[in-house]
């Protein structure tokens, strides 16, 4: 099949028009971070820094207990939070999967209906802060991501029912396995490409969060990393007052809007930097929860 | 087994369907206890559900409520439907209203069109290599938080030192706008944040139709001379159209629901933006959270779920109407 390279060139050329659509906010970004705080004042943020500096990560590094501790409520409730809406997520799936389940039709509807009728924010939020007192906790960044709805459930019982050959869990049966061992010596592995699509789904919803912190979270210590950087959008000064104790000299030459820039070039950093190794379950992800619903 | 056969037939009428239901019960309570633990191993979930999306649901009768915290939630006067007269009194209901529509309807209609187009154009580069390149790059806005999003719109829009007012208007010959404060162009950029962060995402899946497409329809257009755009219009774009459909008609369920994040973040929360940014979820996040008014907030969020579901119902079907396969019930 031969192409016009003409035609060829044009396809190229609207591409890469669009990729620089898409990289040029983030380009713009990093390298305002690395931008002398006086030129930004002076020539505003540029793609090219006027004049080159690390002033910004320095005091980032120089102040980091608040940046240091945001990234560590982040990296607890991604790991904890991916793990066990993993788990709670298979350990409903795979039963629903299974024609044998009693009362599986119910169970079915009460898992899908989640998905057609919200309660709204406001019982949501009586829920989690009046009946269980979760206000100000980690339990309130953990807790409401972690099924979210019965959307990923419904996804990994087709997933189960798609590639778990029933003749192998019947024959596990007849062996003698009772259903919980088959689930974890034979399910689980034999579902490895879909705990990963699932499981990405989830560590990024996580890694992302910032609504649980912004209605649930009032105390600076709680705030994971998209919370501190949502409230350093409102309040520019916030990692100020709150991170110099007793540093006030350095008070004085903060560079506001390049610190800025940096903190959020760190918040995005760990997600850009592994994007390459799992796009291919992320487009996958994507593919599979846009099919059905 | 005769004998019992003969045996039931002899006892009263009355009996019989007594005895037969409690066979058929123990037969079931047997049948449960044989699958005790696969049941067991659903019941995580269950409660999860149970309490985080259930209870909240219970928790519309709020919006019928006068809700004073020292009698409780519980305890508190039920006001019929005041809330919602008060609701639909001011402004303010139709204002969020129509917003929340005409964002949406934009999203709807210029989303599809320009992901369809970029999908097939992502099919027109035939190198491996590019094309997974290319679908990265223009995936990766859909990876970000909205936080970051709009740390991004701030560098492009602040006042100062933003780099519109500072490189591209006067490039134009432009003078300085000032964006947060302009409320008449926050559709438009809104709409380009949007399709920036989203077109990526909707491209994959209309391009995972077009791939599926039998080459064998393309060859033999190319044998009868047809040209590249006589192909996409002819063959293209008809088979790929009952997914257009279904998308479609998936996301108008989903109309009266909006992008927190994208209303909240991308303006900063701006006062001044409100009439053209405030959609019905930032209208009640604000009652909520900012006033604290739990009536008029949760008699919103009441009207919006209601309305969505009405419409989730309506259009699921539709779609089961055109491909049973792809309705969610």
């Known amino acids: ?293 | 087994m005769g004998d019992r056969a003969i045996q039931t037939a002899d006892m009263p009428k009355e009996w019989r369907t007594r005895k037969v239901r409690t066979r058929a019960l123990n037969k079931r309570l047997s049948y449960v206890r044989r699958h005790w633990m696969l049941l067991a191993m659903v019941v995580p979930g269950m409660l999860y559900l149970f309490i985080n999306n259930y209870l909240p649901m219970f928790g519309i009768v709020i919006a019928f409520k006068d809700i004073n915290f020292a009698k409780g939630i519980w305890q508190s006067d039920w006001i019929g439907f005041d809330n919602f007269a008060y609701l639909f009194q001011t402004q303010d209901a139709w204002v969020i209203t129509r917003n929340t529509i005409l964002y949406n309807g934009a999203f709807i209609i210029l989303g599809t069109v320009i992901a369809i187009f970029v999908a097939i154009l992502l099919n027109e580069v035939k190198n491996r290599f590019f094309s997974r390149l290319y679908q990265s790059i223009i995936l990766l806005p859909y990876l970000i938080s909205m936080v970051i999003v709009a740390y991004l719109v701030l560098a492009l829009l602040n006042e100062e030192n933003g780099y519109m007012n500072r490189y591209v208007l006067p490039l134009l010959g432009l003078d300085p706008v000032s964006w947060y404060s302009d409320a008449g162009k926050w559709p438009y950029i809104l709409t380009l944040v949007h399709l920036w962060k989203t077109v990526g995402y909707s491209c994959i899946v209309y391009l995972a139709a077009i791939v599926g497409i039998n080459q064998e329809y393309y060859e033999s257009a190319m044998l009868d001379g047809a040209s590249k755009w006589r192909q996409i219009r002819s063959i293209t774009i008809p088979l790929i159209t009952p997914t257009i459909t279904i998308m479609t008609l998936l996301a108008i369920g989903r109309i009266f629901s909006s992008d927190f994040g994208l209303f909240y973040q991308v303006p900063l929360n701006s006062g001044a933006l409100q009439p053209t940014t405030d959609v019905i979820d930032t209208y009640v996040y604000r009652g909520l959270m900012t006033f604290g008014d739990f009536g008029m907030s949760s008699a919103a969020g009441l009207y919006q779920s209601v309305v969505g579901f009405a419409l989730v119902l309506f259009t699921n079907a539709l779609v089961r109407r055109k491909n049973r396969d792809l309705a969610l019930f």
Request: glycine share 6%.
């Open chain 1, 1 to 293: 099949m031969k192409s016009n390279p003409v035609y060829v060139f044009a396809v190229h050329a609207a591409f890469v028009a669009m990729s620089i659509a898409a990289l040029f906010p983030f380009l713009l970004l990093v390298a305002a971070s690395f931008t002398d705080e006086q030129a930004i004042i002076e020539h505003g943020y540029a793609l090219i820094p006027e004049r080159f500096s690390l002033d910004a990560y320095a005091y980032l590094f120089s102040n980091s207990v608040m940046i240091m501790r945001s990234y560590g409520i982040t990296a607890f409730i991604t790991v904890v939070g991916t793990t066990l809406g993993l788990l709670i997520t298979t350990l409903i799936a795979y039963p629903l999967s299974r024609n044998i389940l009693p009362f599986r039709s119910f169970i079915s509807f009460f898992v899908f209906f989640t998905l057609l009728f919200q309660g709204g924010l406001v019982p949501f939020y009586l829920v989690y802060t009046d009946l269980l007192h979760m206000k100000d906790t980690i339990w309130a960044l953990l807790l409401p991501n972690l099924l979210t709805n019965g959307f990923f459930i419904l996804l990994m019982r087709s997933f189960f029912s798609l590639s778990i050959p029933g003749e192998v869990v019947e024959s596990a049966y007849v062996d003698g396995a009772n259903e919980l061992t088959i689930y974890y010596r034979i399910v689980m592995p034999l579902a490895l490409p879909g705990l990963a699509t699932i499981g990405l789904m989830l560590l990024i919803s996580y890694w992302n969060d910032w609504y649980n912190g912004l209605i649930f979270i009032n105390d600076g210590t709680l705030f994971s990393i998209q919370n501190l950087l949502n409230r350093m959008l409102a309040d520019v000064q916030y990692l100020q007052q709150n991170n110099l104790s007793g540093q006030a000299a350095a008070a004085t030459s903060v560079p506001i809007s390049t610190v800025r820039m940096a903190i959020a070039v760190i918040g995005v950093l760990p997600l850009i930097a592994a994007y390459p190794f799992f796009q291919k379950y992320f487009v996958k992800g994507l593919t599979i929860g846009a099919v059905k619903g």
